[in-house]
């Protein structure tokens, strides 16, 4: 089971019950049978720079942060407890030729797999994950036009 609430403006575009869609499909695939609970938190830099201060220690913008709590037990279920939190100023300048809502979405498809455990310290790691975004992205379209 996946639930996701979400805090601030979602980029022109996009809706709630499609971030749930690809939540469920990456989470579904890459942790079958786990329970998540995910807050969805978008941003202003300030804040995101606040954040990223407080918890990572980098005074510094990052576009997307990604926290997942050990397995708890939430209301007789066991749940991993996340928050995802994304900087649309950030999304907005690295954009390029992307779309906000594209750029959106490919954010959020990297956070999604640093809470299915992927991260990209080393040279290996980040092959294995920037193949499983590639993997994901592919499929984005499929994904999202299901749930329509």
Not at 2 to 28: F, M, N, Q, T, Y
Not at 56 to 85: M, P, Q, V, Y
Not at 131 to 146: F, T
Request: proline share 2%; net charge negative; charged share 30%.
């Amino acid at each position: 089971m996946i639930r996701i609430e979400i805090e601030g403006e979602l980029p022109e575009g996009v809706k709630p019950s499609d971030i749930s869609a690809l939540a469920s499909h990456i989470i579904g695939k890459e942790c079958p049978g786990k329970a998540y609970e995910i807050s969805l938190s978008i941003v202003q830099s300030e804040e995101m720079r606040r954040i990223n201060k407080q918890y990572r220690g980098a005074d510094e913008n990052t576009d997307i942060l990604s926290f997942i709590s050990d397995e708890l037990t939430l209301n007789g279920t066991k749940s991993h407890i996340c928050d995802i939190i994304v900087d649309i100023n950030s999304l907005e300048i690295q954009k390029g030729k992307n779309s906000i809502s594209e750029e959106f979405w490919q954010v959020l498809t990297h956070g999604l797999l640093h809470l299915a455990g992927y991260d990209h310290i080393t040279l290996a790691d980040r092959k294995k994950m920037e193949d499983a975004e590639e993997n994901y992205r592919s499929q984005l379209l499929g994904v999202l036009n299901d749930g329509r």
